[in-house]
């Protein structure tokens, strides 16, 4: 069992900058990916990044040059968002993967997710 819990959400300025947090604790030893999704009221949760076990990362076309994730320690890890847009608005999850299918990370473990709101 792993759990997550993620913190640094809130209300920022079109233009600002957030940094999520997610601590993961549990049976973090089996977590072989970690990664931030989002859902935005009346739409379906998108990945915004993922970052694998060696260091590999992978982003959102939407947030690419924007957003960058990073790992400081296998409990650690982050999402340093900024040059915000309203767009971005949506509650963000930490999510980890103890598994895969094929060359495909699958997410099993979610966090309780937290609101981001970008005023324009």
């Known amino acids: 069992q792993v759990q997550l819990v993620e913190s640094g959400g809130g209300l920022v300025q079109a233009g600002g900058s957030l940094r999520l947090s997610c601590a993961a604790s549990?049976?973090?030893?089996?977590?072989?990916?970690i990664a931030w999704y989002r859902q935005a009221p009346g739409k379906q949760r998108e990945l915004v990044a993922e970052?694998?076990?060696?260091?590999?990362t992978n982003y959102a076309d939407s947030v690419k040059g924007r957003f960058t994730i990073s790992r400081d320690n296998a409990k650690n890890t982050y999402l340093q968002m900024n040059s915000l847009k309203p767009e971005d608005t949506a509650v963000y999850y930490c999510?980890?993967?103890?598994?895969?299918?094929?060359?495909?990370?699958?997410?099993?473990?979610w966090g309780q997710g937290t609101q981001v709101t970008v005023s324009s």
């Open positions: 999510t980890a993967s103890t598994y895969r299918l094929g060359r495909s990370y699958e997410y099993d473990y």
């Open positions: 549990g049976s973090i030893v089996s977590i072989n990916a």
């Open positions: 970052i694998i076990g060696g260091g590999t």
